[in-house]
């Protein structure tokens, strides 16, 4: 069974093609640095938006049929799985993520919902072989079923943290069982309304305690994939726990976690949060902590989650530059957690929102590797903070000075001479004609 007839595998045309249905940039076996596009991206396809997504939104219903045909339950998660991997295979998408509610329906108890999700992930065993796919990571849905209404973890009610743990124990199953190299964390509704009916430091601590089972049981199971937290503020509740990448570091090193968490960081997130995507990602990069990310867009003139499909490549670039000064991914990746726009319910559109996000990544990747290459930038900031390789400033990094010392040297001084500019508009210039050589 075909499920999207007409459309052919997407190649790469190049940027003067009018095809919509071909690529412009992303050339998979293109080498930028060191490694191909494809080995540097690593690119993913959301389960949830891709094959859940209906095009409802808290003003209407869907406008889009996503039951790919099937007649009952588990007929239509089936043909859910069928059309993920036709749809893969046809965009040269090498991985895929989900929620364990994603690929199989909840039945009215746990023992028949894990018999269902056992029967899809053994197809789903077989589609990966079959089209050679794999799992970029994992996780459970602990925030749609009304008994996560106020919390997973988090919950003041110990039998919806003991449901919450039997059901990421699960996910780790199928995870593991799938071959996948992450499990992500995902606040979910791990937040709150108001303090007036919240005990915060017994949540915080049950969140941990949550965690902490995830990683004792990971080991008792042979899972060697990473863990995630993915950051986000706001929405669904009021004051969500993982606000953002500082924040949930915090969280971490105070309960013992940071050896065993990075983040996955989304771009909707970061601008939620009240902070660029690339600020994300170097927090994360320089505390160590840099793991996968959530490749999307918002809207800044919208106050909620939108998960567009990134087109920004400027965003891109720059989210680009953070991953490869971070090394590259290892075992995370680019996760497509985008959806197409809810007037836009034809097939094809999938496909064109792919085709623009991978093409954006392609660009911002090779626009990156130039900036790195090219060592302006760089070059500008090792000048600017120069002062810290010699005199009292090598003497200050390397923790031989006391506040008396300082103030000795301050003396002898007199005041400081006139600073440097920061020159920023001359760095975005710098930019732009890196961009924008033609």
Known sequence: MEFFKNIEKIRYEGPKSDNPLAFKFYNPDEVVGNKTMKEHLRFSMSYWHTMCGEGSDMFGRGTVDKSFGGN????????????????????????????????????????????????????????????????????????????????????????????????????????????????????????????????????????????????????????????????????????????????VIS??????????????????????AGHTFQHELRVARVNGVFGSIDANQGDLLLGWDTDQFPTNVYETAMCMYEVLKAGGFTKGGLNFDAKTRRSSNKPEDIFYSY???????????????????????????ENRYSSYTYGIGKEIVSGNVSLEDLEKYALELGEVKELESARQEYLENIINSIMFNL
């Open 72 to 247: 009952d339950k588990l007929e239509v998660f089936k043909n859910k799985a069928y059309a993920a991997f036709e749809l893969m295979d046809k965009l040269g998408l090498e991985y895929f993520c989900f929620h364990d509610r994603d690929i199989a329906p909840e039945f009215d108890n746990l023992k028949e919902t894990n018999r269902a999700l056992d029967e899809i992930v053994s197809l789903m065993k077989d589609l990966m072989k079959q089209y050679d796919k794999k799992v970029l990571w994992g996780t459970a849905n602990l925030f749609s079923h009304p008994r996560y209404m106020h919390g997973a973890g988090t919950s003041p009610y110990a039998d919806v943290f003991a449901f919450a743990g039997a059901q990421i124990k699960k996910a780790l199953d199928i995870t593991h069982e799938l071959g996948g190299q992450g499990y992500v964390f995902w606040g979910g509704r791990e937040g709150y309304e108001t303090l007036l009916n919240t005990d915060m430091g017994l949540e915080l601590d049950n969140m941990a305690r949550l965690m902490r089972m995830a990683v004792d049981y990971a080991k008792k199971i042979g899972f060697e994939g990473d863990f995630y937290i993915e950051p986000k503020p706001k929405e669904p509740t009021k004051h969500q726990y993982d606000f953002d990448v500082a924040t």
């Open 251 to 272: 969280f971490l090193r105070k309960y013992g976690l940071d050896k065993y968490f990075k983040m996955n960081i989304e771009a909707n997130h970061a601008t939620l």
């Open 355 to 381: 085709i623009a996000g991978m093409d954006a990544f392609a660009l911002g990747l090779k626009i990156a590797n130039k900036i790195i290459e090219d060592g302006r930038i760089d070059k500008f900031i």
